[in-house]
């Protein structure tokens, strides 16, 4: 049942992300066997060339309904074009004050997108390198399937 469940539930992620003009970057990694150890890292390279424009920037997390938290803590390390390194630490709530979870959810998994970075510039072309990390306190957090990046352009809201 959640291997029929998760196949659906790819397929229209990829119907829906194939419909996307905004979309500059969008890739999930799996975590294997739902066990992420807080040594290893989900990394992500990304090249840029337009510095132009201003862009939004997500952390996708798919998780079971069995994940024991109401969030996570991750940290981002960023390595720039010029081989800068910046560190940042973000806590993507999963659920809410009830416990209820908050995304799309299909059987027994769930998909949250978490906004980081709301209308910035990379300040510089060239490639980018994301590894990121769970920073939670425990040294094996079950449950998580994926996580995931997207980059997309910054679009304001019309009044």
Same mark, same amino acid.
């Given at each position: 049942?959640?291997?029929?469940?998760?196949?659906?539930?790819?397929?229209?992620?990829?119907?829906?992300?194939?419909?996307?003009?905004?979309?500059?970057?969008?890739?999930?990694?799996?975590?294997?066997?739902?066990?992420?150890?807080?040594?290893?890292?989900?990394?992500?390279?990304?090249?840029?060339?337009?510095?132009?424009?201003?862009?939004?920037? $997500?952390?996708?997390? #798919?998780?079971?309904?069995?994940?024991?938290?109401?969030?996570?803590? %991750?940290? =981002?390390?960023?390595?720039? +074009?010029?081989?800068?390194?910046?560190?940042?630490?973000?806590?993507?709530?999963?659920?809410?004050?009830?416990?209820?979870?908050?995304?799309?959810?299909?059987?027994?998994?769930?998909?949250?997108?978490?906004?980081?970075?709301?209308?910035?510039?990379?300040?510089?072309?060239?490639?980018?390198?994301?590894?990121? $990390?769970?920073?939670? #306190?425990?040294?094996?957090?079950?449950?998580?399937?994926?996580?995931? %990046?997207? =980059?997309?352009?910054?679009? +304001?809201?019309?009044?």
């Amino acid at each position: 049942m959640k291997i029929r469940s998760w196949i659906v539930f790819a397929l229209i992620s990829i119907v829906l992300l194939s419909c996307d003009p905004n979309r500059v970057y969008d890739e999930y990694k799996e975590i294997p066997k739902y066990t992420w150890n807080y040594k290893e890292n989900v990394n992500f390279n990304i090249n840029i060339e337009d510095t132009t424009i201003l862009y939004n920037m $997500y952390i996708n997390v #798919r998780h079971t309904s069995d994940y024991m938290f109401s969030n996570l803590y %991750l940290f =981002i390390d960023i390595k720039y +074009p010029d081989n800068k390194i910046s560190r940042d630490t973000v806590e993507c709530v999963l659920a809410d004050d009830r416990g209820r979870w908050l995304g799309e959810g299909l059987g027994g998994m769930w998909d949250s997108k978490i906004l980081i970075k709301k209308s910035f510039k990379f300040n510089l072309s060239g490639e980018y390198k994301f590894d990121i $990390y769970q920073a939670m #306190r425990v040294d094996d957090l079950t449950d998580i399937m994926d996580i995931g %990046l997207r =980059i997309e352009k910054y679009m +304001p809201k019309k009044k």
